[in-house]
């Protein structure tokens, strides 16, 4: 493949090799350092189909070895269909909107949390940066709404939308958004991103790899942070402390 970029004015070759994607595993450990109560802490990075119920049955795991707070860390999670970050936030909600989309040809359609699919009412602490995108905003944003956990981090990516492909007449296309992802308290994502309740930069900063010069306000996904402090992960800890105990 050649690729033509602004910046440069020869076409640069790329090698590409057919491969079928992995998407990154689950990760969980428990904390006994860090309060009281032991903490389950559940790194997402990713929410292909079928993530939610791998995500429900590590929370199981965690209460059975003496979790009594949970931390869901979705930084850098930006893959995965919106359902699935719907389907993550009723694991924590057991009543109330989740989500809902609506365009301007498009009909709203809320989606709602149900009973019978929630698995936890442990303290919750959500970790999210500006690499927290799509799926993983629609779950952050309802739980943040629905004061079910509390955030920390940074604003996230701004990417929750419906995407409709338009044939042009020379067989192209253009992918447009055709009706956006709302918090249950009626903010657009894609433009209103979700702003955690306890703001905390990454030790990192962004990396912008927007080769339009034209267009700096463009910023991508973070890159994960390299080894030292984790501070968001030491807010959320802080924070997860001042939440009101567990029922015993």
């Known amino acids: ?28 450990k428990l904390v006994t350092d860090q309060g009281p109560d032991p903490i389950g802490v ?9 993530r939610s119920r791998e995500i429900g049955q590590k929370i199981a795991d965690l ?26 936030a009723n694991l924590f909600m057991d009543k109330g909107l989740i989500t809902y989309s609506l365009g301007q040809k498009s009909a709203r359609q809320d989606h709602a949390a149900a009973a019978s699919k929630a698995v936890t009412k442990a303290p919750l602490v959500v970790l999210v940066n500006r690499g927290t995108a799509g799926a993983a905003e629609v779950a952050a944003g309802a739980l943040l709404d629905s004061k079910r956990g509390e955030l920390v981090g940074e604003p996230t ?27 249950p308290s009626g903010k657009a994502i894609q433009d209103a991103h979700v702003t955690p309740t306890v703001l905390q ?4 900063a962004i990396v912008d790899t927007d080769d339009d010069p034209a267009n700096p306000g463009n910023p991508q996904p973070a890159q994960p942070a390299k080894p030292g402090e984790d501070e968001i992960l030491k807010h959320g800890f802080e924070s997860l402390r001042q939440l009101s105990a567990p029922a015993r």
């Open 1 to 28: 493949m050649s690729v033509l970029t602004p910046r440069q004015a020869d076409p640069q070759k790329m090698k590409l090799v057919r491969a079928p994607l992995v998407n990154p595993a689950l990760s969980t």
């Open 42 to 50: 559940i790194t997402v990075t990713a929410l292909p189909a079928g």
């Open 63 to 88: 209460e059975k070895q003496g979790a009594k707070r949970l931390i869901l860390d979705l930084r850098y999670c930006g893959l995965g269909p919106v359902d699935e970050g719907i389907a993550v």
């Open 157 to 183: 990516y701004g990417d929750a939308a419906i995407r409709k492909a338009i044939t042009m007449d020379d067989g192209s296309a253009v992918i447009l958004s055709v009706a956006k992802y709302y918090t």
């Open 201 to 204: 930069a990454e030790t990192t």
